[in-house]
């Protein structure tokens, strides 16, 4: 039975690889944090399986990373932890590049100080931030980088030693560079889940209007259930290489926007220019609770607390090498759809979420009553 190795398993990806791998056989083991609140919501359906096992460990502790690296022995390992935060680079950039740049090289080192270079391959979770101020459109595996963000400056590092440790040791060791990737299960601060979130509360009416930062950006945008399994295909490819991993396709934050209400049953209309730019809401579909009046209201507005120091805005993937040498099929989920799915989850969320409040609310009001003892 192979042995997986996932630093980031409680994150979007990390928990969809960790799912795709036991449906594949393998014996799956994963890092996790301590932390003194709960936040293992996405791996919590896997907990108790044969096959999963959790390892406290953390990207900024080496001991920690050789310790796991040396019990559990890995066939094949996913580097997926990360401050993946763009925005929270600028906030927090030597903790960024502790764990986002330094981190690899523990990875990479733990796997030399077991001796398993022969024995184990790494994946490292590139990303299209390093090609940053884009300097050609498309972006393919010879497009110069030029990383715009602390986050992307840690990533250009991590990138680099991943394929120096190929040429010195000749470990297999190979990059992903993921194009942006969402899902259900996307963290509520990235620009998709924030504005599905607030599509699905504005139309049952527990959100007033959702502020967005740059809505011209544009980005490809794929579904993160597809992109593990190309993190998988990379590492069984039969030598190690870096690969562009993308739908092919571009969209602005606006177009995502307007999709996304528009499967919460909101039209609308964008008026004004750049920091003044606002969706108006010009029609309602009728399955909308009557008491919601949201015709005529403003529900978008730009926020300029949500402007980027240096932002990158025109990213677009060529995809053509993992499609012709990996047979991985980028068109597997749209755009739409994407869209859609993500919406319909959140309907549900919020409608679910509100239902489980209403319920403490009442418990509350019965306890005090005397009602329930
Ligand atoms: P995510 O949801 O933010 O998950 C990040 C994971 O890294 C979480 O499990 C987090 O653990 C863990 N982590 C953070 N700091 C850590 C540390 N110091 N030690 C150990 N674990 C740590 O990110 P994602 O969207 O799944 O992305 C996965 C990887 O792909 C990241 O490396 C990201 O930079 C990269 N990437 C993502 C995209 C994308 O569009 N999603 C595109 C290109 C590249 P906690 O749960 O404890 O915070
Ligand atoms: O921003 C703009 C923002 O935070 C996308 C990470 O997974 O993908 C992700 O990084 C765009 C940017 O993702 C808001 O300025 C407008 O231009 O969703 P995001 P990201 O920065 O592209 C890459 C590939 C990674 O590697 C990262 O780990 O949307 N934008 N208004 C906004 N962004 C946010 N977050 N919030 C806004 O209100």
Redesign the pocket.
């Known amino acids: 039975m192979k042995r997986a190795l996932i630093t980031g398993v409680t994150g979007q990806d990390g928990s969809y690889l960790a799912e795709f791998l036991i449906g594949k056989g393998y014996d799956v083991h994963g890092v996790i944090r301590r932390s003194s609140v709960d936040y293992r919501e996405r791996i919590a359906h896997l907990e108790g399986h044969e096959h999963f096992h959790l390892h406290y460990g953390d990207m900024s502790d080496t001991l920690s990373m050789v310790q796991t690296v040396r019990a559990v022995q890995p066939h094949e390992i996913y580097n997926l932890a990360a401050q ?4 929270v680079s600028f906030d927090a950039p030597e903790y960024t590049a502790n764990v986002d740049a330094t981190g690899v090289l523990r990875i990479l080192e733990a796997v030399r100080q077991c001796g398993l270079e022969k024995q184990c391959r790494i994946y490292q979770a590139s ?3 390093l090609y940053g101020r884009v300097e050609q459109v498309p972006q393919n595996e010879n497009t110069p980088f030029h990383p715009y963000s602390p ?1 992307a400056v840690a990533k250009l590092y991590g990138y680099w030693i991943v394929k120096e440790y190929r040429e010195a040791y000749g470990m297999f060791c190979s990059n992903g560079i ?3 990737h969402e899902s259900e299960r996307r963290g509520e ?4 889940r ?1 504005i599905t979130l607030a599509a699905a509360r504005i139309s049952q009416g527990h959100q007033e209007k959702l502020y ?4 011209s ?1 544009l ?1 490809d945008w794929g579904y993160a259930k597809d992109y593990v399994e190309c993190m998988w295909l990379i590492l069984q490819y039969n030598e190690p290489d870096d690969f562009v991993i993308a739908t092919g396709q571009q969209h602005s ?1 606006r177009d995502f926007c307007q999709l996304a209400f528009h499967h919460a049953g909101i039209e609308l209309e964008w008026r004004g220019q750049g920091p003044d730019e606002k969706g108006v809401c010009i029609a309602v579909n009728s399955s909308l609770p009557s008491a919601i009046n949201l015709i005529g209201k403003t529900l978008v507005e730009v926020s300029p607390d ?1 402007y ?1 120091p240096t ?3 025109n990213l677009l993937g060529d995809p053509t090498k993992a499609q012709q040498l990996l047979g991985w099929n980028p068109e597997k989920t749209s755009f739409e759809k994407l869209v859609e799915l993500m919406v319909e989850s959140d309907m549900a969320k919020v409608a679910s979420d509100h239902a489980a409040a209403k319920v403490r609310c009442n418990l509350a009001e019965y306890l005090e009553k005397g009602i329930v003892k």
Do not use: A, P
């Open positions: 993946s935060h763009v925005q990303t299209s931030e986050y993921l194009f942006n601060t990235f620009v998709t924030k967005l930062g740059n809505l950006s980005r934050v949500f980027r932002d990158v805005v």
